[in-house]
């Protein structure tokens, strides 16, 4: 596919077109797409600002990501480090890189599906630089509508996506998150919901009432979703929603990234640990629920701590070594790679648009 983009047809067979981001319908505003704009000229000038702007806007986010990575790198013990190197195998470590390469294969996948719902085809390479490099950068730095949307727009605007457009991508692949995490819980609570409640001191009834009410959550979406178009208003603009079939596409890439993100963790748990991969899968879930809840970057401290609570019964300095090896590889590396990506990308650009010096 060439590189650039342009309107797609109908992609969502049950719904006769692709979503759009709209501006907002007001008193007799129709909630039909408007007529193209004609082409807005661009002076030079213009362009040069807006570069400038580009440019302050790249540095102080690779500025602010250095920060954080040299903070977190300082609250690691080299001792703890290298206690958990030498304790993990080079199985469990080439089982977690797997893993991770594999869960960001298909976060990859979120930004194809928002796009193709959004009537917009844009080269794969392009989508997934800007997929895995805003995903690496928001799970490390947190607030990733701000973190996320910025190297998303640095990435896709010269293919003419705009800012709402930016807004209304990151809004449908944070729903494909969800409704994957959903589902994970979902199932996890109800096919190994004793383990679960022994874990946590929770109840079985009350593990499988969950699961079934997140399952009763998940049909009543894609029922709402399925009967008729669906639309939400994102700053000012309305954003339809994917229907039933992108939805479910939606669920099962969700689910199979939380899957492929908590088997990174699994496999680098000290062994004879005795938890079957669906029970961990309900106390990764939720770890990482309360991480997003408490605003952290990546979660850290919160998912930390929950993990070590849950497993309270597991050696600590086992399980601690694990996550720092967790941290380690899909956090760090990932984060690292992405600023690489991100400083050659920008290069590249300078170096083949001289209007952008």
């Known amino acids: ?57 790249s540095v102080a986010l690779f500025l602010a990501s250095m920060v954080v990575l040299w903070r977190i790198i300082g609250e690691i013990s080299l001792a703890e480090l290298r206690n958990a190197f030498a304790a993990a195998s080079v199985r469990q470590i080439a089982l977690a890189i797997l893993f991770t390469c594999v869960s960001y294969l298909l976060l990859t996948g979120y930004d194809a599906l928002a796009l193709r719902q959004l009537g917009r085809s844009i080269a794969y390479r392009v989508t997934a630089l800007a997929s895995f490099t805003s995903y690496a950068v928001s799970f490390t730095l947190g ?47 109800m096919r190994e919901s004793l383990a679960v409640a022994a874990l946590t001191g929770t109840v079985v009834r009350l593990n499988e009432g969950l699961g079934i009410a997140i399952v009763a959550a998940l049909v009543g979406y894609l029922a709402w979703v399925g009967v008729k178009r ?20 939606q669920m099962l890439l969700g689910a199979g990234d939380v899957c492929a993100a908590a088997g990174v963790l699994f496999v680098l748990l000290p062994g004879g640990h005795g938890l079957s991969y669906e029970t961990f899968l309900a106390i990764y879930v939720a770890a ?8 952290a970057p990546g979660g850290i401290g919160v998912f930390e ?22 941290r380690l590889y899909y956090y760090l590396v990932p984060f690292a790679f992405a600023l690489l990506l991100l400083g050659a990308h920008e290069i590249g650009a300078r170096l083949g648009d001289p209007g952008r010096r």
């Open 143 to 189: 607030f990733p509508l701000v973190t996320s949307g910025a190297v998303r727009y640095r990435i896709y605007s010269p293919y003419g996506i705009k800012a709402p457009t930016i807004v209304g991508l990151t809004v449908i692949a944070g729903i494909t998150f969800w409704l994957g995490m959903s589902a994970v819980l979902a199932w996890s609570l």
């Open 305 to 326: 701590a929950t993990m070590l609570i849950a497993l309270s019964h597991l050696p600590r300095e086992g399980v601690l070594g694990a996550l720092l090896l967790f």
């Open 288 to 295: 990482c629920m309360l991480g997003i809840a408490s605003h």
């Open 230 to 249: 669906r639309s939400v208003s994102v700053q000012g603009w309305r954003l339809e929603l994917p229907g039933f079939r992108l939805s479910i596409g």
């Open 1 to 57: 596919m060439e590189a650039g983009e342009h309107e797609a047809g109908a992609v969502d067979g049950d719904r006769g077109r692709a979503g759009a981001v709209q501006p907002a319908a007001g008193p007799g505003t129709a909630l039909a797409a408007p007529p193209p704009s004609p082409p807005v000229e661009v002076t030079g000038d213009t362009r040069r600002r807006l570069s400038l702007i580009g440019t302050v806007v």
